[in-house]
C-alpha cells in the first residue's frame, strides 16, 4: 500500500494555541517524511522533514513527532499564529517518489 | 536547493485549446517531475521527465493529453491538450531529491482555469 492518510482534513486554532496534525503511512520502505506548508495560489513549501532514525525534529515552533512502530508521525505548531494559517501535507518518499496525504486546512483565530 | 521558476503563474483559456507550461530550474537535474492540484485536493503525480527520454505517465494521465518536453538538464515543458473544465487545476513542477537535505523543491505552480 501506497497511502498516506492524513487528520484532520481542517483544524481551526485559537492563537497562541498548539496546532497538531496527524499522518500514518503503510509502507515501512519509506526514509523521508515532509511536511510542505502551501498558501494560497503558491507551491508548497518544504517546512520541516524527519528521517526515521529520529523520534523528534524541531526548528523554531515547528516540531514533527515519529513513531516508527506505530508507523506514525505528527506536525506539532507551538504558539500558532495568524500567519500560520495554510493548508499542511505530509509525505512519505524512498528514493524519487513521494505520496502526499490528503491535507489540512489550518486557520489560526487572531 | 534548487530554485524552480514556473510560467505562467496563471491563464483562463477556452475549452478545446492547449496550453503549454514551462518549468525551468537554476542547476542541471536528472528527473523532473509534475503534478496536479486539483481544487482543494492534494498533489497527484502527473510523470516523471528524464532528459533524454521519454517522459514516465502515471495512471490515468496519457501523453496525447499531457505531452511533456525535456529538452536539457534545466528545463521541461508539460502541455494540456484539448482543454476541458475538468482540467482546472494548479500544474506544478518539482525536482529530484536534493542529496543533502533529501528534500523535494516545487515551482510555485500554474493556476489554470478552462472555461
Known amino acids: 500500500q501506497q497511502q498516506v492518510k492524513q487528520s484532520p482534513q481542517s483544524l481551526i486554532v485559537q492563537k497562541g494555541g498548539i496546532s497538531i496534525i496527524n499522518c500514518a503511512y503503510e509502507n515501512t520502505a519509506f526514509d523521508y517524511f515532509p511536511w510542505y506548508q502551501q498558501f494560497p495560489g503558491k507551491g508548497p513549501a518544504l517546512l520541516i522533514a524527519?528521517?526515521?532514525?529520529?523520534s523528534e525534529k524541531k526548528e523554531g515552533r515547528f516540531t514533527i513527532s515519529f513513531n516508527k512502530s506505530a508507523k506514525q508521525f505528527s506536525l506539532h505548531i507551538m504558539d500558532s499564529q495568524p500567519g500560520d494559517s495554510a493548508t499542511y501535507f505530509c509525505?512519505?518518499?524512498?528514493?524519487?517518489?513521494?505520496?502526499f496525504g490528503k491535507g489540512t486546512r489550518l486557520h489560526i483565530l487572531p | 536547493s534548487a530554485v524552480i521558476s514556473q510560467k505562467p503563474s496563471r491563464d483562463i483559456c477556452q475549452r478545446g485549446t492547449s496550453l503549454t507550461i514551462q518549468c525551468q530550474v537554476d542547476s542541471q537535474v536528472t528527473m523532473m517531475f509534475w503534478y496536479r492540484q486539483q481544487p482543494g485536493q492534494s498533489l497527484t503525480l502527473i510523470a516523471t521527465a528524464n532528459q533524454g527520454s521519454e517522459a514516465t505517465y502515471e495512471s490515468g494521465f496519457v501523453i496525447d493529453k499531457f505531452p511533456i518536453s525535456r529538452p536539457n538538464l534545466t528545463f521541461s515543458t508539460l502541455t494540456v491538450s484539448n482543454m476541458s473544465p475538468e482540467d482546472s487545476s494548479i500544474y506544478l513542477c518539482s525536482v529530484e531529491r536534493d542529496p543533502s537535505s533529501y528534500g523535494y523543491t516545487f515551482g510555485s505552480g500554474t493556476r489554470l482555469t478552462v472555461v
Open positions: 509525505a512519505a518518499s524512498r528514493d524519487d517518489k513521494i505520496i
Open positions: 524527519i528521517r526515521p532514525d529520529v
